[in-house]
């Protein structure tokens, strides 16, 4: 497994949550990382990414000034940080890494399982 995401559980409309995904990707600090998400009935939706030089972020207007993306290099982890959850923010999501332009959501091509998200109102 290279990606590995954690987190994910049931929260109350307003509330928050942090996802994590742990890599075993060689050299991880290089590879830009990302989050998706996935509800059902719908299309996979690109909600953030963080360059591997930190300096730049991508976020969908869906979740801008609410979610966090955050990466611990030490650590091999990248963070999700949701504040106030919407019950439309009920999704599977899904880190993945990028070897790519960290805002082209076709070059994520490492991917972790991933972990539900229930936002209820």
């Known amino acids: 497994v290279q990606l590995q995401a954690s987190g994910g559980g049931l929260v109350q409309a307003g509330g928050s949550l942090r996802l994590s995904c742990t890599a075993s990707l060689r050299a991880f600090s290089w590879y830009a990382v990302g989050w998706f998400r996935q509800a059902p009935g719908k299309e996979r939706e690109f909600i953030a990414a963080?360059?591997?030089?930190?300096?730049?972020?991508f976020y969908a207007d869906s979740v801008k000034g609410r979610f966090t993306i955050s990466r611990d290099n030490a650590k091999d982890t990248v963070y999700l940080q949701m504040n106030s959850l919407k019950p439309e923010d009920t999704a599977v999501y899904y880190c993945?890494?990028?070897?790519?332009?960290?805002?082209?959501?076709?070059?994520?091509?490492?991917w972790g399982q991933g972990t539900q998200v229930t936002v209820s109102s």
């Open positions: 963080l360059g591997y030089d930190f300096a730049a972020t």
């Open positions: 993945a890494a990028s070897r790519g332009h960290f805002a082209d959501s076709s070059t994520y091509t490492t």
